[in-house]
């Protein structure tokens, strides 16, 4: 989904604002394994994912990497916390795959919340859409089975195991390796 269609199909901008609103990114093409964003940084950009996959993760004391979230096409990815309150990022940000994004700085977000009211919409709209699949995401590692946080993935991103190593998969889901290859095979 490129990004004028996702704009458009959240809120009705007139030609004039989703003119204007597009020349305020950047088309980017990434190689695989680009990394975006690392602990301690502060997110300077948001990516609108036209193609392509990423990731979020931190690390444990133990140096294990923990993916946090998954970003597919036709979503936003940044650190969300980093990127709004221009704090330094608990997570690291990568392209799991070669992709194609829209980066926007948060000075260029912020003059467009202030210019358009239907872009603070769209923000709100976007923001209430994350936080819903945070709180998804939180209830089912809380209350969830294994198996059933597994379909909970699936649901949301239907191809990832075909597009994502399964160690990744695995710490998204707080779960061994080993759980998911038995998961996969039941």
């Known amino acids: 989904m490129d990004l004028s269609t996702f704009l458009l199909s959240i809120t009705p901008f007139n030609p004039e604002e989703l003119e204007d609103i597009l020349s305020h990114f950047e088309k980017e093409n990434l190689p695989k394994n680009t990394m975006l964003i690392e602990q301690n940084q502060i997110s300077k950009k948001l990516y609108f994912v036209e193609k392509g996959m990423g ?3 931190y690390l444990k004391e133990d140096g294990k990497e923990v993916t946090q979230w998954f970003f597919g096409i036709g979503k936003f990815m940044t650190s969300v ?14 392209t799991l795959e070669a992709s194609t994004v829209y980066s926007i700085s948060k000075e260029n977000m912020d003059l467009l919340f202030f210019k358009y009211h239907k872009m603070e919409q769209l923000g709100r709209l976007v923001s209430i859409e994350m936080l819903t699949k945070v709180v998804n995401k939180l209830n089912a590692i809380q209350f969830q089975t294994a198996s059933e946080r597994y379909n909970y993935m699936l649901a949301e991103f239907p191809d990832i195991s075909s597009r994502v190593p399964l160690g990744h998969i695995a710490s998204y889901l707080g779960m061994t390796p080993e759980t998911l290859s038995r998961i996969r095979r039941g």
């Open 55 to 57: 990731r979020s993760y």
């Open 81 to 94: 916390d980093s990127f709004f309150q221009q704090s330094e990022s608990l997570y690291y940000l990568e």
